[in-house]
């Protein structure tokens, strides 16, 4: 597993690393092993809209992805290690610590 080799091979101690921590951050939103968290947040920064329809009487409901750039790390990890969200939408990942620390590292400061 590509990401596995990359995490025992590079330390994320400092931003001189060959590949930096917001680099790899990037990697793992983009491509997490699994649909891509962009795929629904976008950029993270925004709600986005995924879909539109209408309940059995005829309300019209939205599926909204929210911003997730200002997530508490706590509410984020234990977002991203539930088996099932409140939504029933968003997947399941199994990511490991380190993976989630880079990818909260990344959501927070991405430009
Ligand atoms: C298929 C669409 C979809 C994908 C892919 C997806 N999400 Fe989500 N996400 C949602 C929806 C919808 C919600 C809001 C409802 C809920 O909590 O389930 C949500 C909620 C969240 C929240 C909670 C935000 C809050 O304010 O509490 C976080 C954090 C989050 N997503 C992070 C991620 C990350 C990181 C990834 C990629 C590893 C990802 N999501 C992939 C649809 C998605």
Do not use: Q, W
Request: with cysteine; aromatic share 14%; glycine share 6%.
């Amino acid at each position: 597993m590509l990401l596995f080799f990359i995490n025992t091979l590079f330390s994320f101690e400092d931003d001189n690393s060959f590949i930096t921590k917001y680099e790899y951050g990037a990697m793992l939103y983009n491509n997490p092993r699994g649909i891509g968290c962009n795929k629904c947040h976008g950029n993270g920064k925004k709600s986005v809209t995924i879909a539109k329809y209408r309940d059995k009487k005829g309300a019209l409901k939205t599926i909204v992805a929210p911003p997730i750039n200002k997530v508490k790390f706590e509410d984020f990890k234990s977002k991203l290690k539930s088996d099932k969200t409140e939504s029933l939408i968003m997947p399941t990942y199994f990511l490991t610590d380190e993976e989630l620390t880079s990818l909260y590292y990344y959501i927070t400061k991405v430009k």
